[in-house]
């Protein structure tokens, strides 16, 4: 599995909030500073984050971005699900995958079903909030 540039920056951005959410609305151009992330890029990001209901934002002066729930709430395994489509390992395991005619026979997907069962609980065991008590 392989995560994507919006991955990663879609996880930078909601940490970045999340340390800064005392500001309440934060600006993407300070976010895109701190983050040395292109603020171009950032505002292709944000409209997907607000429908996945990670983020509100506020238009005019004093807006930007805050988080709509406490980073304690929020899992990285549903940012990672909603930026990535699905963390599923092979193309049989996606979500609107057809059911595979080889399944009853192969001798790989219980392999491959622990594998993503590994990935999804151990994303889904990490919030926000447990990333911002990492000191390295």
């Known amino acids: 599995m392989m995560v994507s ?12 909030l999340a340390e800064h959410a005392e500001n309440g609305y934060v600006p993407m151009k300070d976010v895109a500073a701190r983050q040395s992330l292109s603020l ?19 238009h005019g002066k004093g807006g930007g971005y805050r988080l709509k729930r406490n980073a304690a709430e929020i899992r990285v395994g549903e940012i990672l699900r909603l930026t990535e489509g699905n963390l599923a390992p092979v193309a049989c395991l ?4 057809q059911a595979c ?4 026979l192969c001798k790989t997907l219980p392999m491959w079903k622990e594998f993503d069962a590994l990935v999804n609980n151990y994303f889904n065991g990490i919030t926000l909030s447990d990333l911002l008590q990492t000191t390295e």
């Open 5 to 16: 540039t919006r991955g990663r920056y879609a996880l930078r951005v909601l940490l970045d």
């Open 94 to 97: 996606k979500c609107d995958a």
């Open 101 to 104: 005619e080889r399944a009853s």
């Open 40 to 58: 171009k890029y950032l505002e292709q990001i944000m409209p997907l984050l607000s429908k996945g209901e990670f983020v509100e934002g506020l």
